[in-house]
């Protein structure tokens, strides 16, 4: 396994606290659950009641989360992770907002799927079909996320042109001497794309990107 270029800063599961009447089970993942585990842990009653009195919502079907926390990026993450299935993973912006980079956020959470599960893009939710590669996955906040060098060369072929290129330009800044590195990593990536779709847009900002001082990265890179 290749280490790491920028080494994730790992944090255990954040056990939440209950925020909401009758309190919220301590063992979801940043305060989401599937509706069938709330169910098992609180009762069914219960859980109808909290939704129906809008003190906890249901983002995508199968999923509830704290009213308190709906808008939170963690859950909302942990919840499309909980929809996706447990072979998703967290790419493209939501992946590489993940690993840091101040210009990826959006609200929308992508996440990928292997094309053996069938599932469909909702509101605020795009989903995304490809070959995942566990090698590939790193965990961030308890949460299955690209590596960063897979997520930005997901972003500068289906993202936002100003957006993909900013993040790049972050990675490279903070990666330092490492930035070219990288950026062969990524020009590989993007070599061995079997999805050609957006390839050529994306080798042209990878050329462009420069470095120049940005905030600091968390995630890790493979």
Not at 86 to 90: E, M, R
Not at 187 to 199: P, Q, V
Not at 204 to 208: D, E, F, R, S
């Given at each position: 396994?290749?280490a790491n270029i920028?080494?994730p800063?790992?944090r255990?599961?954040v056990?939440?606290?209950?925020d909401v009447?009758?309190g919220?089970?301590q063992s979801?993942l940043?305060?989401a659950?599937?509706?069938?585990d709330?169910e ?5 009653a219960e859980?109808?009641?909290?939704l129906a009195e809008g003190d ?6 199968g999923v509830?989360v704290?009213v ?17 299935g ?5 790419s493209?912006a ?7 980079c101040d210009?990826?956020a959006?609200?929308?959470v992508?996440?990928?799927i292997p094309?053996?599960?069938e599932?469909?893009?909702?509101p ?5 079909q ?5 090698c590939?996955?790193v965990e961030l906040?308890?949460l299955r996320?690209?590596?960063l060098?897979?997520a ?7 993202g936002e042109q ?9 990675a490279?800044?903070?990666l330092?001497e490492?930035?070219?590195r990288?950026r062969?990593?990524v ?13 050529r847009?994306?080798t ?5 990107a ?7 990265l968390v995630?890790?890179v493979?």
């Open positions: 396994m290749t920028i080494s800063e790992m255990p599961p056990a939440v606290e209950p009447p009758g919220w089970p979801s940043h305060g659950m599937t509706r069938r709330a098992r842990a609180l009762g069914r859980v109808a009641t909290g906890w919502v249901e983002p995508w079907y509830v704290p308190a926390r709906a808008h939170d990026p963690l859950t909302r993450a942990s919840a499309a992770l909980l929809r996706a447990p072979h998703a993973v967290l493209g939501t992946a590489v907002a993940m690993h840091g210009f990826a959006d609200g929308v992508h996440v990928t094309y053996d599960r599932l469909r893009s909702q605020d939710l795009v989903i995304h490809a070959w995942v590669r566990e590939d996955v906040d308890g996320t690209q590596a060098d897979v930005i060369c997901e972003l500068l072929c289906t100003r957006s993909a290129l900013d993040c790049l330009e972050q490279l800044a903070q330092g490492a930035a070219e990288f062969a990593l020009a590989e990536r993007l070599a061995r794309r079997r999805d050609r779709r957006g390839t847009r994306a042209a900002l990878l050329q462009l420069w470095s120049r001082p940005r905030g600091v995630g890790g493979r």
